[in-house]
């Protein structure tokens, strides 16, 4: 095996472990159909509802680990501590979960391919950066949150467009038409 750095090597065996927990975790949810499954995934499955108040403020619980896998709006990208809580309040990035939370995608990629899966959102974000009409845009794009877009260019229609102003009273030098020269 070539003399690859550690940085190379180490995604490997976890994107195969990745790929082995989906699989695995696909076989136990429940039908796709039902809003927002009702089973727990695996790591909120021990059938607690909420912990004591102390430790909810300090350490990451089945609840917000649920807020952190749902896919309602005020959900998305919210409490990613994965043992302390508390630097997701530090950060701003905390939500209490107050209503039931839906599990899954927020656009479904309709495909069951590991691989698609695994990188179908840095294809999308490769895509916007494509079509991106500048570096600021570009920048916007990978650094502001997700579905981030730049402001729309109203279009002008035609009664936004201001009338020429008339031309100003006096009189007017009229140029005489350019002579012809004969050609010989």
Do not use: C
């Amino acid at each position: 095996m070539p003399n690859l750095p550690d940085v190379v090597l180490w995604p490997i065996p976890a994107f195969v472990l990745l790929a082995v927990v989906e699989m695995v975790s696909y076989r136990l949810h429940p039908d796709e159909d039902a809003e927002g499954y009702e089973a727990k995934d695996a790591a909120t499955s021990v059938g607690i509802d909420r912990m004591p108040r102390w430790f909810e403020f300090v350490f990451n619980t089945p609840s917000h680990h649920r807020v952190h896998h749902a896919s309602q709006g005020g959900y998305l990208d919210r409490n990613f501590g994965g043992i302390l809580i508390v630097w997701d309040r530090v950060f701003g990035s905390f939500v209490a979960e107050t209503e039931q939370p839906r599990y899954g995608l927020t656009k479904n990629i309709d495909t069951y391919n590991l691989l698609k899966v695994a990188t179908h959102e840095y294809v999308s974000i490769a895509k916007d950066l494509r079509a991106a009409r500048g570096w600021r845009e570009r920048a916007g794009r990978v650094f502001r949150g997700p579905g981030w877009g730049p402001a729309a260019v109203p279009a002008l229609s035609p009664a936004a467009v201001p009338a020429p102003s008339p031309a100003p009273p006096g009189p007017v030098a009229e140029t005489a038409p350019a002579a012809k020269s004969a050609s010989v």
